[in-house]
């Protein structure tokens, strides 16, 4: 079964009803992150919130994080990126360099690229050995794991899209001197290896798609399509997350402002 063949990437949305749907999705988030940071409600902090993000090259995951955090305050989320790990990173275990950046209780962190890199570029690339990259599954399931038994709602999603659309987006890229810089090498190098990326993400998303963990797969064709299920499914998770608490998402408010 392939979860990416799976995926409907003609779901489209249009301008006017994307920014209907996607300001009505960032209202309810803006709520529930208040909620969660004890702001407002009962003013208890909530369990920590973290999204991690992974996804093809160009597949829209900075302009879904960009939509995802843009109308919270920015002192209430962190949004860290990870790029290949420093000599000094190497030295450690590969989930080390993630630790700092969790959120506690009342936290909520976005993570652009995370430690899937390990059984993803790491695994294509000849970046870790065999070993470590088959042994990194059980490692992530555990850590994840653990982390949701002390509290933490875990959101993951794949952005994922077609070659021909990565193709057209990287072009468009190539010929805009502002977003040039987006582009690089191994951008190209990496579309060259779609078959062996493809097999990876999908052993990813078989092996690592646990009760604490599940994954969510985002056809990310269209931009406006995309950004809304990013930001939905987000209140969505926690709502659950909230629900399964016994933890009201709808509490009477005292006073109008947000802060």
Known sequence: MSRLADVDLSLAMSKKEGKRQLKAAQQRLVHLRLLL??????????????VLFE?????????????????????HVRVAQFAA?????????????????LPGWGGMAVLDRTWYGRVLVERVEGLASEEAWQRAYAEIVDMETSLAAEGMILIKFWMHLSPEEQLRRFESRRDDPYRAWKLTDEDWRNREKRPAYEAAVEEMLERTDHPAGRWHVVA????????VDVVRTVCEEIEKALAARGIDADPPLSGSGHG
């Open 55 to 75: 996804g093809w090259d160009a597949s829209g995951k900075g302009g879904a994080i960009q939509r995802l955090v843009s109308e919270l305050d920015p002192r």
């Open 85 to 101: 790990p420093s000599s000094r990173e190497k030295r450690h275990h590969f989930l080390w360099r993630f630790w700092p950046v």
């Open 220 to 227: 990310a064709e269209d931009k406006r399509w995309a950004r």
């Open 37 to 50: 940071g004890g702001l407002i409600g009962p003013g208890e902090f909530g369990p920590p919130l973290c």
